[in-house]
T-cell receptor, first 116, second 111 residues
Framework: EAGVAQSPRYKIIEKRQSVAFWCNPI?????LYWYQQILGQGPKLLIQ????????DSQLPKDRFSAERLKGVDSTLKIQPAKLEDSAVYLC??????????????FGSGTRLTVV | DAKTTQPTSMDCAEGRAANLPCNHS???????VYWYRQIHSQGPQYIIH???NNETNEMASLIITEDRKSSTLILPHATLRDTAVYYC????????????FGKGTSLLVTP
């Protein structure tokens, strides 16, 4: 099966600009996750979607970050305006169902964002 | 969900077993233990998970102590391609089994 697709692979922007990342999960996966991974740290969960609804966005900095999953398939994560500390790899993951202990996550390769 | 503690880094000789420990002393009865790994410049990859019993699959074995306060991931015959950061995560239905990653253990497999 095809994996989780993310684009772009790399992005460099100036601070205060806006940027958007795209994710296409594995076909049929109901749940989609966005993570932020700062260099040297483990991934930090930002938001979880179940189909096209938000399950948990408590760790999403909502003053500048937004995410949507229209039609319950692919998703976009936006940052507006970007700050230097947003430099990180943004990972998307999907799983077959939400809330089942034996459902593994499949991760994409991520988008590496550099804010200068 | 309970917190986990892992060594920052470990070395292992190629062909030998790699034993990666994880402490989760505050784990509760309904929390599962998950292991993922992240090879450089890739997204994390699922390895194995368990609740109480030891588990084995084609990648690794998971040994959970009887009191469930710690576990060990075993890679029986480590290869250079097993060099990665290994994450031990504890999660439950309280969070929908969401994966919250710590810093993990950086495993270096040497020739």
């Amino acid at each position: 099966e095809a994996g989780v697709a993310q684009s772009p692979r790399y992005k460099i922007i100036e601070k205060r600009q806006s940027v958007a990342f795209w994710c296409n999960p594995i076909s049929g996966h109901a749940t989609l996750y966005w993570y932020q991974q700062i260099l040297g740290q483990g991934p930090k969960l930002l938001i979880q979607f179940q189909n096209n609804g938000v399950v948990d966005d408590s760790q999403l900095p909502k003053d500048r970050f937004s995410a949507e999953r229209l039609k319950g398939v692919d998703s976009t994560l936006k940052i507006q305006p970007a700050k230097l500390e947003d430099s990180a790899v943004y990972l998307c993951a999907s799983s077959l169902v939400w809330g089942h202990p034996s459902t593994g996550y499949t991760f994409g390769s991520g988008t590496r964002l550099t804010v200068v | 969900d309970a917190k986990t503690t892992q060594p920052t880094s470990m070395d292992c000789a190629e062909g030998r077993a790699a034993n990666l420990p994880c402490n989760h002393s505050t784990i509760s009865g309904n929390e599962y233990v998950y292991w993922y790994r992240q090879i450089h410049s890739q997204g994390p990859q699922y390895i194995i998970h368990g609740l109480k019993n030891n588990e084995t699959n084609e990648m690794a074995s998971l040994i959970i102590t009887e009191d469930r306060k710690s576990s060990t991931l075993i890679l029986p015959h480590a290869t250079l391609r097993d060099t990665a950061v290994y994450y031990c995560i504890v999660s439950s239905s309280n969070s929908g089994y969401a994966l919250n990653f710590g810093k993990g253990t950086s495993l270096l497999v040497t020739p």
